[in-house]
């Protein structure tokens, strides 16, 4: 599976910006699809998900400005991020994790990432 993501850019804090991924085949059937970032110098963090069953769980430090989506007809999965923080800048990446009933089964696929810089 490739995935390709895009949407990133510079904006002003308090702005908003939409990331997609679109992946190369259906993703009807993944377990989850979620969106990472990686702050310069800090580890890459995990932002938000959304499983299966279109449930979405995101980090205690977006929750409320960011909305994880995804259109299995498209095979893409989408953030937007409204009230952007200059915080929130960093390196976007997303993932695809597939579904087995054993963990030792499942894969997962990464983005190549997408630049989001948010200036004060």
């Known amino acids: 599976v490739q995935l390709q993501a895009s949407g990133g850019g510079l904006v002003q804090a308090g702005g908003s910006l939409r990331l997609s991924c679109a992946a190369s085949?259906?993703?009807?059937?993944?377990?989850?699809l979620g969106w990472y970032r990686q702050a310069p110098a800090h580890q890459r963090e995990w932002v938000a998900s959304?499983?299966?069953?279109?449930?979405?769980n995101y980090a205690d430090s977006v929750r409320g400005r960011f909305t994880i989506t995804r259109d299995n007809a498209k095979n893409t999965v989408s953030l937007e991020m409204d009230n952007l923080k200059p915080e929130d800048t960093g390196v976007y990446f997303c993932?695809?994790?597939?579904?087995?009933?054993?963990?030792?089964?499942?894969?997962?696929?990464w983005g190549q990432g997408t630049l989001v810089t948010v200036s004060s």
């Open positions: 959304i499983d299966i069953a279109g449930s979405a």
């Open positions: 993932r695809l994790e597939t579904n087995a009933l054993s963990p030792k089964y499942r894969r997962e696929y």
């Open positions: 085949r259906d993703i009807s059937t993944a377990r989850t």
